[in-house]
């Protein structure tokens, strides 16, 4: 389903092809294709979810280990809707009463990940693992945690061990590609290709290896985006993904203004819980180092 653009709009999406270096034509077509999902609103269940849980918090009479789970339940839910403050309040309150909820350490550390704090972030994730050894996504938050700490042959290690865990799963195959191509491009990529095959072509997300790849372009990737589309709220969540990745392969590619306007699409979806979402808002915050420097046009 696309989706009418405004003559303002139009304007904002030509800056993210201005650093392109696609020829005008190309530009016109991009244009033509480029869709933006309505914003996701915060579900008005979760607003009431956060003040039924304050309520029993400050005036029912519970164990510590009950009130531990609430804080943890309310920093989940302040999590979601993007108040990512308060839920870190809330899980260290929930950890001050229960040193053993493992999955407040991995929240934690996806927060310090955000914050650049990667140091804590490693701590975060070596307690859940030390907690609960077969907990598959500290690994990827622990390996994505690592390649933003710039210390990518680890990150490879723990990128591998999710993978490995279920080989199907596009996404998982992406992040390890990501994480291998800063150590061996050439190679990450051979690998990308390989692996490749044991991802169903029933996916949607087999387009976004499909594009890593090098088998289709971007304009055609973009055509992809709305297949299979039903509601807004799935409409948001696919262009979150796909937006995120478009700037992770435009970055990779030297491309950095492209990059960061495809980030900022992908973060005015609101999908908050994404993992993509999450580190849109990273990518950005590094590309705006005083070291990188964005070509005039």
Request: hydrophobic share 40%; aromatic share 12%; proline share 2%.
């Amino acid at each position: 389903m696309k989706v009418l653009l405004s003559s303002s709009l139009v304007l904002g999406l030509v800056a993210i092809l201005q650093g392109c270096s696609a020829t005008s034509s190309s530009s016109k077509s991009y244009i033509d294709q480029l869709v933006i999902a309505e914003p996701l609103p915060v579900n008005y269940k979760s607003e009431v979810a956060i003040a039924r849980m304050s309520d029993v918090i400050h005036r029912a009479e519970i164990t510590d280990e009950q009130r531990a789970q609430l804080f943890y339940d309310r920093g989940v839910i302040y999590d979601s809707v993007g108040l990512r403050s308060l839920a870190r309040l809330d899980f260290n309150r929930a950890l001050r009463l229960k040193p053993d909820l493992v999955e407040a350490y991995n929240f934690l550390g996806i927060h310090y990940t955000q914050m650049q704090e990667y140091e804590q972030a490693y701590e975060s994730f070596d307690a859940t693992l030390e907690l609960e050894p077969d907990h598959q996504y500290a690994y990827l938050n622990r390996g994505i945690a690592l390649y933003y700490g710039d210390r990518a042959s680890l990150a490879v290690n723990d990128l591998r061990e999710f993978y490995q865990q279920s080989e199907n799963d596009p996404y998982r195959l992406l992040w390890l590609y990501i994480g291998e191509q800063r150590v061996n491009a050439e190679e990450a990529l051979a690998n990308l290709k390989s692996r490749a095959k044991n991802i169903s072509d029933s996916s949607w997300a087999k387009s976004i290896v499909n594009l890593y790849a090098g088998n289709i372009s971007q304009s055609h990737f973009i055509d992809t985006v709305t297949e299979d589309i039903h509601s807004n709220k799935q409409f948001s969540e696919r262009l979150c993904e796909a937006y995120f990745y478009l700037g992770k392969l435009n970055l990779l590619k030297g491309n950095k203004r492209a990059a960061a306007n495809f980030y900022k699409l992908a973060l005015s979806t609101n999908v908050y819980e994404f993992v993509e979402h999450r580190y849109a808002q990273l990518e950005l915050d590094l590309l705006k180092s005083p070291k990188i420097k964005f070509p005039d046009s």
